[in-house]
């Protein structure tokens, strides 16, 4: 249980921060004004992003190249002014830290080489992962995020929940239905609980050394989440997200697991600080499940910021009413898309600091 | 409210019907034993399917030949022995004949040229359209069908929703986020609507035709219901299948929203015989909500279909298992998909029909 003493546990670097909100909100404790942020915020939709994407071979680079990958991760800090910051990677590298290389092709998505859908391809996977020494990249982008932060706000590191991992890695790029791996969960349950076993290891390994290069808090995305049903979720799903969960506690956390309104109340047992809704999630009902043992993120409409400002005044007052204590930190309920104009942000972010709790 | 009185309603040639187990499930009368089909029963899973298929230019040409369209319609009837024929055609033919002719392209799927996304773009639409005649050859498939079933088993019809009807008008194909189609909902709320307003109109003019052409019950699909919260699916989607569903009562007719677990409870609400549930949704708890005045369908996960025989055995006994009355109707909880061996198929359709009630 996440508890009084849990300021005892953070590092210290966290202690000098200029605008700790987030963290705060995270804990459960007092806050001025709910602090807000937005998934993919480091992302397509900055000019200053695409024009530092531009110079570079592919998008690859920038997640590998630890001072671009920086400094589109402070992009939104400055630009936007986002009470967070999440450093600039992709759920993907894991999988790749373990064996498996992908491609990121133009208007496509992921693409790999190399699948696992049988126990012979186990065999494409490495044993024994330095990821301190494969994932450094990541580790090198977050020390110099953290460096030229200087304090201003909390910094974000991240991973991919083990079932949507493995759907990568057994589907090999985006599917609309992913029935190859819902389909090894019939045939060979026994392998996809070793892939989601070898998955965990690395992912746990992978967050704690974010925390040490200067993560200040974590985000587990479970994107695929949706595609199972309620029990299966909880045996391929939320079983590893739990182990991951339980072997870094006392670290601000938040588990956002698409689509699984099925598994909400499953979810309010996690021993994560924090859940991220989705868009189609209802705040008031999440709340009455979870109390106010956990902070809830999220969750307008991300499709609600092509609307006009005044729209998106209206709706983000609605989500502000809809809650009914602190302990809440504001975000889509979904990445921002890449055509949304950044001024339309701007009111989004301006709407929430000035909203009296 | 569907009563005792319902067959009194009921077209003449369902009365001469063999096999009236299906439409027996949907009055809530006495059944025997649960009646099984498979969404997508007529399709890419038969090897005789491709055979027809393969003779022909592309799938359109499939779906606007009634011979053809015919012919496939009755295969899984001879072949898998299900309990239901359903019409082979497309959700797409409904926009086709208002004025938005679709591409089916090979790996691809639909794609439109002209899309609506503005108050202009509704000129690309035709008004005054005679349903009978450009949807002609659908009336003439299932005529044909009628004919050759030979009273065997009740002829399905069916048509899109107009929420998937106009995320594929606005879209103009297929889509992981449909942020175009939800774009709309916040930046032009009155386009939706007249735009939902017109495909309701023209589908309940093709439901009734196909009604008059011979089919015996009806099926809504809404496949991207899952894409907006409980609000905005009330207003978007349930308005008009409400609309729908009160123009054609007494008719045997499912609602099948894929995805839209949080708006189960106002599903129930609608004055259709039958909701069919998606893999995701659970039997026991839709049961509670909707009581007994209506017949659930589905929801086996297709991809238990790629598991052994036992397993597919075991799987679907669970789900007759989960069954507290006989208004069910046994089916997958999604199309079943392409690449499933048709033995499984038949093991997961004789395992029904031993079933004891």
Redesign the interface.
Known sequence: MIGENFSEFLPLHTMELKNDLFLRAHRGEAIERYPVWLMRQAGRILPEYRAVRAKLSGFKELVETPEFAAEVTIQPVDILDVDAAIIFSDILVVPEAMGLTYQMIEQKGPWFEKTIRTREQLSFLDQEIDVQERLSYVFEALKLTKKELAGRVPLIGFAGAPWTILCYMVEGR?S??F?ES??L???DPDLAHELLSRITDVTIQYLKAQLNAGADALQLFDSWA?????E?YTEFGLKYISKIVDAIPHVPLTVFSK?A??SLPDLTELNCSTLGLD????VVETRKMVGETKTLQGNL????L???QK?VEL?TIKLLKSFESQRHIVNLG?GV?PDIDPEKVKVFIKTVKNYEI
Chains 1, 2 share one sequence.
């Open positions: 985006g609309k239905t029935s819902r389909k969960l019939y045939t949706g595609i199972l049903g309620r299966q689509g309104i099925a868009w189609n999630m209802n409409d991300p499709c609600v092509y609307g006009s729209l709706e979904h898309y």
